[in-house]
């Protein structure tokens, strides 16, 4: 088994997992107990220690740069792989021949080398901007939604690699999960059948963070064959900032409840002066229990995902504040800056409803009124295709 070094963060790097046992409940002739029953296997007559527990790790999502123009044997691959599946356009980057309008244009590459659902970048003005392709047949054209501000000829494209759910004919599934090793002086540690719980997107001073929490089958300690501390590898890419970019909802409701014919949606955009956010992903993880190893399960399902986006605005939008009550779903897009070959970074909720009044305003400081917006994922059929991240409820992506 092979290994790539991460640069995370150094605090929450410790020794994982709690032994599992069964507890030895023997009728007693005094005040004492018995030890307990580890649950494990045995190897020449002696058990195997293994602990289970969580694994979490805190780092940034800095991209790969100009190459390689994928994540697939890059440690962000393999750590959104655990718990996402992923696409990719057929490209890094393109131009347009033609524009039709800022959710529609003729590619240079061939329409139908953009992978529908997955996101696309593009500079304008100096700013880091995104869409999601919806049809990439629309007449030999690219559809996109949300809108951006402006697109002409001279543009750059720049492709993304996207991580999302398994969407509704691929319900659960992941791409891989993954084993971590802890390396230090004197301590050596092994997580194997590791599974992503849960990923918290949050601001440290403006810089992206990821938390990612992982469910471990089997942890063992290996201290013996310790090799001391290991440099981490550092991607070429940059660091995303929540800075040179745009937070945007969707002037209109996408297709949700039912599914999109003819042609992808493709909706106008409203910009939101947003000064923080968080978002955060949990997969609910299931056992697949069986009796034939010491992990007690051949993996872990992903059967269910749930998805909480909180948006804090620093001028009011007055335009929402009827949403909850409405029910009024929308698209919602994050994104990063700065954007370039091999950088860019994005979140998007293609289908996403309030959980809060927006009329609610935030009175608690003396400075400004603030507007928070808390939202979940709907059910989207905006995308023509199901292929891919077709229709799928959530997405990031990264700049290749």
Request: aromatic share 8%; glycine share 10%; hydrophobic share 35%.
């Amino acid at each position: 088994m092979s290994f790539v070094s991460i640069p995370c963060e150094r605090d929450p790097i410790v020794i994982y997992g709690e032994p599992v046992a069964s507890e030895r409940n023997d009728a007693r002739d005094g005040s004492y107990g018995l030890p307990p029953e580890p649950d494990t296997v045995y190897s020449s007559d002696a058990r195997v220690r293994r602990r289970t527990g969580q694994v979490v790790i805190q780092l940034d999502l800095t991209t790969v740069g100009a190459t390689p123009d994928n994540y697939d044997t890059n440690y962000l691959g393999y750590l959104l792989g655990a718990g996402f599946l992923t696409a990719k356009h057929s490209f890094a980057s393109d131009t347009p021949t033609g524009v039709s309008n800022t959710n529609l244009f003729t590619p240079t590459e061939t329409n139908t080398d953009y992978s529908v659902g997955a996101l696309l970048g593009v500079e304008v003005a100096g700013r880091a901007e995104y869409s999601a392709v919806t049809d990439n047949d629309d007449a030999g054209k690219v559809s996109i939604s949300p809108a951006l501000s402006a697109l002409t000829t001279s543009d750059t494209i720049r492709a993304m690699q996207t991580w999302y759910p398994g969407s509704r004919t691929a319900t659960g599934t992941k791409v891989s999960s993954v084993a971590f090793q802890v390396n230090g002086v004197n301590f050596k540690t092994n997580c194997f059948g590791c599974v992503l719980e849960s990923v918290s997107i949050s601001l440290d001073n403006g810089r992206v963070m990821a938390e990612m929490t992982y469910q471990s089958a089997c942890i063992q300690d290996d201290h013996g064959n310790a090799v001391g501390p290991i440099e981490p590898l550092y991607n070429a890419g940059s660091p995303p900032f929540f800075r040179g970019s745009y937070v945007v909802v969707s002037t209109t409701s996408p297709t949700s409840l039912t599914n999109a014919s003819g042609t992808g949606d493709k909706l106008a955009r409203t910009k939101l002066d947003c000064e923080d956010f968080t978002l955060t992903i949990t997969n609910t993880l299931t056992p697949l229990g069986h009796s034939d190893s010491i992990l007690a399960m051949s993996g872990m399902e992903i059967s269910d995902v749930d998805v909480e986006l909180t948006l804090t605005l620093s001028t009011l939008n007055t335009t929402l504040n009827q949403d909850y009550f409405n029910r009024t779903v929308r698209q919602v897009l994050v994104g990063t800056g700065p954007i370039g070959n091999g950088k860019g970074c994005a979140f998007m909720i293609p289908a996403a409803y309030l959980t809060n009044d927006p009329s609610a305003y935030d009175v608690s400081g003396n400075d400004i009124v603030r507007q928070t917006l808390n939202y979940k994922q709907s059910r989207f059929g905006g995308d023509l295709s199901e292929t891919g991240a077709g229709n799928s409820p959530v997405r990031l992506a990264l700049g290749v």
